[in-house]
């Protein structure tokens, strides 16, 4: 779920070599821009300098889990201010706060902040810290899914709404015990999201209307916490959905 960032930093480490090079390869998703975890850049250093490498800066934010998004000269990352209520990391049960999550627009040569958007968000769940989920840039549009299931596109210049959708009360589920945690996936002009509920396990948006392309997959419990992956397997492009019964292999265009 990425790395608890509550009364810490985003940071901003000068670790490359390479003289004159202007920028790094985007990492535009969790998992970066195949979702398999490899950075293709060059002039990686091997090793790093003795105290560590360079902070260029550091910029401070509130609770959550979420990764950072880099595309170009812009961070984005997602956390949780909190008003009322206690923290309390036990798994076994839930915890009831009031606060607000939000989606945070630094830029990436010195951590200036050049927008944020905000919303109310109470809390019901467990290990309740903030959001979950690394947003996804693609486009010129960020999508995030908050920890109570609150999925967002805005405009990633402006930080401004292009659509939203509140999961729980348009699939009529409750958020899983510990809160929404599957990274969102953006392919073509598609945005899969693990949703839950009956026959919605797994769904599909149209990434620039929001509208619901397909639905698929029921589960007893919950949706699980696995988010989405695209691989080619047996000659075939196919959508992984893993949750608490099976694995599932879907054809990304129908659902099937």
């Not at 090079?21 to 998703?29: E, I, M, R, T």
């Not at 998004?69 to 009322?84: L, P, W």
């Not at 995030?144 to 959708?165: I, M, R, Y």
Request: with cysteine; charged share 25%; proline share 7%.
């Amino acid at each position: 779920m990425g790395h608890i960032l509550s009364k810490f930093a985003v940071a901003c480490l000068f670790w490359r070599l390479a003289a004159g090079v202007a920028g790094a390869d985007d990492w535009p998703q969790w998992m970066g821009p195949g979702r398999d975890d490899v950075w293709k850049e060059t002039g990686i250093i091997e090793k790093f300098p003795e105290g560590g490498p360079k902070i260029l800066w550091r910029v401070p934010i509130a609770a959550g889990y979420s990764g950072p998004a880099v595309v170009g000269d812009r961070v984005f990352v997602t956390d949780y201010v909190k008003r009322s209520g206690e923290i309390r990391n036990d798994p076994g049960t839930k915890a009831m706060l009031s606060g607000s999550e939000r989606v945070v627009c630094l830029r990436a040569s010195d951590g200036k902040e050049l927008w944020r958007y905000e919303y109310d968000c109470p809390y019901v769940i467990s290990y309740p810290s903030g959001p979950r989920t690394t947003p996804a840039v693609s486009g010129g549009k960020v999508y995030t899914l908050g920890a109570e299931g609150n999925l967002l596109c805005l405009d990633a210049e402006t930080g401004k709404p292009v659509w939203s959708k509140e999961l729980k009360k348009e699939y009529k589920i409750e958020a899983p015990h510990w809160g929404f945690c599957g990274h969102p996936l953006v392919d073509g002009n598609k945005l899969y999201c693990l949703v839950g509920g009956e026959s919605s396990v797994a769904v599909c948006f149209d990434k620039d209307t929001g509208r619901e392309i397909w639905r698929a997959l029921s589960s007893p419990t919950d949706s699980g916490y696995c988010p989405p992956k695209m691989i080619e397997a047996g000659g075939k492009k196919q959508l992984l959905i893993w949750h608490p019964q099976s694995l599932n292999g879907l054809n990304p265009k129908t659902g099937e």
